[in-house]
């Protein structure tokens, strides 16, 4: 009974860190143009509208990471695994969001 609950506690960590730490599918940004037009220039202006994921993207990585890193600690080693899985995955998720993650991107240009 108690490995069961292990079990299921163990998959049901694993899908929430994955549920957590992933993007969006489909980052659709929606933004409102206007447009003014004088006697000889057309000046537009954009409004960009950034999701909940896109403003605070690196914090919940990181807080995703280090929830994954408590869960599998607490599993292994009860409470003061659980302190150090946090510590852990905390910090490999911060080596990854400030560190390794920015490294691939491409700079695309907005005005």
Request: no cysteine.
């Amino acid at each position: 009974m108690r490995r069961n609950m292990k079990t299921i506690l163990s998959v049901l960590l694993i899908v929430l860190a994955l549920a957590l730490t992933a993007g969006p599918i489909a980052s659709t940004v929606s933004a409102q143009t206007t447009t003014t037009t004088t006697t000889r220039t057309v000046v537009r202006h954009r409004r960009h509208k950034r999701t909940f994921w896109q403003k605070h993207r690196d914090k919940l990585t990181v807080a995703g990471s280090a929830a994954a890193g408590a869960g599998v600690g607490a599993i292994a080693g009860g409470k003061k695994g659980a302190a150090i899985g946090t510590a852990v995955g905390a910090g490999s998720g911060a080596v990854y969001t400030y560190g390794i993650r920015k490294r691939h991107r491409r700079h695309v240009r907005r005005y």
